[in-house]
């Protein structure tokens, strides 16, 4: 019997980026849905039940780093992946997300390759990677 497919809810407030990074998750066998504020995302997750998010940090209202706090503090949100997918690569920035709870970091544009290993690498494990103050993944 196959595993179900790794849950993943992307957020960008630009919709073509959201879209098209979903398009490329489902692809690749995951099961993908989308959002393009935090409100929706948060809204959205209670149903879908993501086991990984791939958030943007600059959206408006709640941004990626708020809304990494509120997932982290749902049930299962210690054992979920956070991934931030920023234009963001300074120093403050990436502490201010290593402290909102994410796992990983990818500056924009992302090699879509390494993305798509942390995700396998999260699937084979079950366990979030490490905080990554550095600017990528590895």
Do not use: W
Not at 42 to 62: E, H, N, W, Y
Not at 84 to 95: H, I, K, R, V
């Amino acid at each position: 019997m196959t595993a179900a497919p790794l849950r993943v809810l992307c957020v960008d407030d630009h919709p073509d980026t959201a879209e098209s990074l979903g398009t490329l998750l489902t692809l690749n066998g995951y099961d993908v849905q989308t959002a393009t504020d935090g409100e929706k995302a948060l809204a959205r997750a209670p149903g879908f039940r993501p086991q990984a998010c791939v958030l943007d940090i600059t959206m408006p209202g709640i941004d990626g780093n708020e809304l990494a706090r509120r997932f982290r503090t749902e049930p299962g949100g210690g054992d979920m992946l956070l991934v931030a997918l920023t234009a963001l690569g300074d120093y403050p920035s990436l502490e201010r997300m290593a402290d909102s709870g994410f796992d990983l970091h990818f500056t924009k544009p992302v090699a879509l390759a390494e993305l798509f290993e942390a995700l396998r690498d999260f699937t084979r494990s079950g366990r979030p990677g490490a905080a990554v103050p550095s600017g990528s993944a590895s």
